[in-house]
């Protein structure tokens, strides 16, 4: 192993060990099995939990079925996010717009500087906001209107992301202004609204390549609940971290 790679651990057995407080990020942790051990406490955040046939077994019970459910419990309108029709698809995205209104709202009602904090490493809300500059541009821009240079320089990209769809240098270097963020992220949002206005079924079956891997065809419907899943998940991180802010805030006061 050189130092470069990281250690692989699979398929080993952990007995009589202690991981109380570790951190787990970016690994894969597909089929672990936990038996008579301590798990009080343990938090998990995967986006692609809800995917496909994934299951979580805890105590035998599958609980993907109800994260799903106490999510949309949590967040209305996210129960919209894999409509297959024109119709559903607008009022899905009308859903998300307004819930990200609200969302923004909050947080510009809250202390300076809670657009641009960081919580355990994570992106902050402006951060995510330039992310999903990137998604719109990828997947509406690149995949589904075939634009050959779609990206604002203001989206923000994953960091280990090799990804077929940009090349280096697309983006800014230098962190934009929140006003220049707000300016790309309104227009990818209206670019998007416009496109679902005059979207028929016939053009969401047609096909498309999927930007970040070229050999995958997918289609325009599917690109499309790429981009909601997008803004629902980064969402779901923007609420929770402005949640850490909030109590950290109230605490000091």
Not at 17 to 33: N, P, T
Not at 47 to 66: A, C, H, I, Q
Not at 239 to 253: W, Y
Request: overall charge negative; some cysteine.
């Amino acid at each position: 192993m050189s130092a470069s790679e990281p250690e692989v651990l699979r398929d080993r057995i952990f007995k009589s060990r202690s991981l109380r407080g570790s951190r787990f990020v970016g690994c894969d942790l597909g089929d672990v099995v936990v038996r008579g051990s301590d798990v009080a406490g343990m938090e998990i955040d995967s986006p692609w939990l809800l995917e496909g046939d994934s299951r979580l077994l805890v105590n035998g019970v599958d609980v993907v079925p109800l994260v799903d459910a106490e999510l949309n419990r949590r967040f209305p309108g996210r129960e919209l996010r894999t409509a297959e029709d024109p119709d559903g698809l607008r009022a899905a995205w009308a859903a998300i717009e307004r819930t990200w209104v609200a969302t923004l709202d909050r947080a510009s009602a809250m202390p300076a500087g809670a657009i641009d904090a960081s919580i355990d490493g994570e992106w902050s809300l402006a951060q995510t906001l330039r992310h999903l500059v990137m998604a719109t541009d990828t997947w509406l821009g690149k995949a589904i209107l075939g634009q050959a240079q779609p990206y604002h320089p203001a989206g923000l990209p994953d960091e280990d992301n090799n990804s077929d769809a940009y090349a280096d240098g697309v983006f800014s270097v230098q962190a934009p202004s929140l006003a220049e963020v707000m300016e790309a992220r309104g227009d990818r949002q209206r670019m998007v609204r416009e496109f679902l206005a005059a979207a028929t079924a016939e053009i969401l079956a047609q096909p498309r390549k999927n930007p970040h891997a070229p050999d995958y065809e997918e289609t325009v419907l599917s690109c499309l609940r790429t981009i909601l899943e997008e803004e629902w998940e980064h969402h779901r991180y923007a609420v929770r971290d402005l949640d850490v802010i909030s109590t950290a805030s109230s605490a000091d006061e």
